[in-house]
């Protein structure tokens, strides 16, 4: 499952998120979004999790939890239209 996380401290690197998530289970990937421009953080990322249980979990475990002094957005990413 492809999962959003957003509402993200500017300063996140992917390995403490990695380190959050592995909590609840296996992560494929992590992926910090950046300005293309400036290589600063937009303040959001996408994980892949193969498990979709294991992802559901990180999904009710972290949603509106406070990390790094912010309250993350965590949700299920949908497909682009």
Do not use: C, H, W
Not at 28 to 50: L, Q, W
Not at 63 to 73: A, C, D, K, L, T
Not at 75 to 80: G, I, M, Q, S, W
């Amino acid at each position: 499952m492809n999962i959003y996380i957003g509402n993200l401290n500017y300063r996140v690197r992917e390995e403490e998120l990695r380190d959050v998530l592995e909590e609840y289970g296996i992560v494929d990937s992590i992926k910090v979004i950046k300005d293309r421009d400036t290589g600063r953080s937009k303040g959001y990322a996408f994980a892949e999790m193969p498990n979709d249980e294991e992802a559901k979990r990180v999904i009710d475990g972290l949603n509106e939890s406070e990390f790094s002094g912010r309250q993350m957005v965590v949700k299920e990413a949908l497909p682009r239209k």
